[in-house]
Nanobody
Framework: QVQLVESGGGLVQAGGSLRLSCAAS????????MGWFRQAPGKEREFVTA????????SYADSVKGRFSISRDNAKNSLYLQMTSLKPEDTAVYYC???????????????WGQGTQVTVSS
């Protein structure tokens, strides 16, 4: 059974930082592209960043470029999202996802975590 478990969310002031983690089990982690998505209340789930499984190629949404950084540790079956210079508009539930390709479309991912709440106060 595939499980993706996010952690590290919380409440932070604007300008602060958080590091999210995603622990994967039940799949060959190194063979999957991984992504982070987020969903704010009343909004659709949106792409944040993704990392490939072949060469670790990364991509970012324009809204987080230069502030967020994705990384993975295949030895630990873990995915990370380092978030800096956080803004109130970053407030959302953050989800990690596993799929074949590091694309920006949620439908392209096969497995999802349950999400972790990130709240940025102004």
């Amino acid at each position: 059974q595939v499980q993706l478990v996010e952690s590290g969310g919380g409440l932070v002031q604007a300008g602060g930082s958080l590091r999210l983690s995603c622990a994967a089990s039940g799949l060959t982690f190194r063979g999957y592209a991984m992504g982070w998505f987020r969903q704010a209340p009343g909004k659709e789930r949106e792409f944040v960043t993704a990392i490939g499984w072949i060469d670790g190629t990364t991509s970012y949404a324009d809204s987080v470029k230069g502030r967020f950084s994705i990384s993975r540790d295949n030895a630990k079956n873990s995915l990370y999202l380092q978030m800096t210079s956080l803004k109130p508009e970053d407030t959302a539930v953050y989800y990690c996802a596993a799929g074949r390709f590091p694309i920006a479309t949620p439908r392209g991912y096969d497995y999802w975590g349950q999400g972790t709440q990130v709240t940025v106060s102004s």
